[in-house]
């Protein structure tokens, strides 16, 4: 039976759902969102239970493409939004995407992403919350890209010099400005940001 407090919370919850609207089911799926520690083999990923480390899958990747590191830095996997693996090929710009629940294989080859008619791929990629997007290094060296949630398109980030990342050292957003400019901690190097995101700026400050 609910005190006078509770009735109070849950009224007030009530009222501002219905003015603003709640997103129960995507509050349910984050609930359930199972957390998976995914793993690069040399055929795809292997999925292992995060809190029992039990083995959950292995997933092959359908036409994944890589070379060694020889010849570029490795392929790598990312975790996205909702748990999920999304893997890069360090020849192709094309990502595979494991669903954390299924395991089902989704290929997604990106619009918007040519670089003075070069081949290449990412060796680094991290999806950012604060943005709602992955950031991603290309095997290009100097190459940095902004990839939309649903993985449809890139969008070159020019930087105004060359960055000094070793491999798989993925981009992370630091704390944004007041102006709402993003900076990027990638390799101890800083990287502001322009606000359509399109330009970076290579400050040299560490990170």
């Known amino acids: 039976m609910l005190n006078g407090t509770a009735r109070k919370v849950l009224s007030a919850l009530i009222s501002a759902c219905m003015v603003e609207g709640c997103d129960v089911e995507g509050a349910s799926r984050a609930q359930s969102a199972p957390d998976i520690n995914w793993t690069l083999t040399r ?7 995060a809190l029992t480390g039990k083995l959950r899958a292995q997933v ?20 996205g939004p909702q748990g999920e693996a999304v893997i890069t090929s ?27 008619g070069i081949e290449f791929g990412f060796s ?3 999806y950012s919350a604060e943005q709602d ?9 100097g190459s940095m890209w902004r990839v939309d949630p649903k ?10 010099e060359p960055i000094a990342a070793g491999c798989g050292q993925a981009p992370r ?13 990638i390799g101890g190097t800083t990287v502001n940001l322009a606000a359509d995101q399109r330009t970076g700026y290579v400050n040299g ?3």
Not at 134 to 139: C, E, I, R, S
Not at 151 to 160: E, F, Y
Not at 173 to 185: D, H, I, T, W, Y
Request: overall charge positive; some cysteine; proline content about 7%.
């Open 43 to 49: 055929n795809g990923v292997t999925a292992v239970d």
């Open 60 to 79: 092959a990747l359908p036409e994944w493409l890589w070379v060694k590191e020889a010849y570029a830095c490795a392929p790598v996997v990312a975790r």
């Open 124 to 126: 680094a990629l991290a």
């Open 151 to 160: 993985l449809r398109r890139a969008q070159k980030i020019a930087v105004s």
């Open 205 to 207: 400050r560490p990170c």
């Open 90 to 116: 360090n020849v192709t710009t094309t990502l595979w995407r494991v669903d954390p629940r299924s395991f089902d294989v989704t290929v997604h080859e990106l619009a918007g992403v040519e670089d003075r």
């Open 173 to 185: 957003v630091m704390a944004q400005k007041p102006s709402r400019l993003v900076s990027l901690c």
């Open 133 to 141: 997007a992955y950031f991603a290094l290309g095997t290009v060296p």
